[in-house]
């Protein structure tokens, strides 16, 4: 991952932390791999406990 892109991600879980501060954020696919193209998305899931 070049460093734009490491810094688009980090900027990316930052927002998400704010806006509803999950205990975990998983990255997965290509991206999590190594393994991404130019055109390939983030593949990302949040999973929450409602009470």
């Given at each position: 991952m070049s460093e734009d892109e490491t810094a688009l991600l980090q900027q990316i879980v930052e927002t998400i932390v704010r806006a509803v501060d999950p205990e975990t954020i998983i990255l997965f696919g290509s991206r999590a791999r190594g393994e991404a193209r130019p055109d390939s998305d983030a593949g990302r899931?949040?999973?929450g406990?409602?009470?």
């Open positions: 899931s949040k999973v406990i409602s009470a």
